[in-house]
């Protein structure tokens, strides 16, 4: 069983940064898991932001070119850099993780991810 723990949400201004990072542990390899990240505010449904499958990137594009996801070489440690915040961003941020997948994969889709972390919440003031 995979377990995710995130950490790094705070309060920044707009305009900002923040790096979130999601510990990745459990599993039968780290190796084997695709690492991302999804987020949700109050009364709106989860959404896709960004993932990490293998060496392959996606990224949303509410959040291109202001956001990067990177992992660190043991594979242990997922990172969301998080550049030019704005109060749009405010949202708890989930990481989540699922078998390495094909293009076959809907990557946008919460459905596709097997685990979820507990949240961190990132709030962005004007």
């Known amino acids: 069983q995979v377990q995710l723990v995130e950490s790094g949400g705070g309060l920044v201004q707009a305009g900002g940064s923040l790096r979130l990072s999601c510990a990745v542990s459990?599993?039968?390899?780290?190796?084997?898991?695709?690492v991302g990240w999804f987020r949700q505010t109050p009364g709106k449904e989860r959404e896709f932001v960004a993932v990490?499958?293998?060496?392959?990137?996606y990224i949303a594009d509410s959040v291109k070119g202001r956001f990067t996801i990177s992992g660190d070489n043991g594979h242990d440690t997922a990172y969301l850099q998080m550049n030019n915040l704005k109060p749009e961003d405010t949202a708890n941020y989930y990481c989540?993780?699922?078998?390495?997948?094909?293009?076959?994969?809907?990557?946008?889709?919460?459905?596709?991810?097997?685990?979820w972390g507990q949240g961190t919440q990132v709030t962005v003031s004007s």
């Open positions: 459990g599993g039968t390899s780290k190796y084997y898991y695709a």
């Open positions: 989540v993780a699922t078998p390495l997948f094909t293009s076959s994969y809907d990557y946008l889709r919460a459905t596709t991810y097997e685990y």
């Open positions: 990490l499958n293998w060496n392959d990137r």
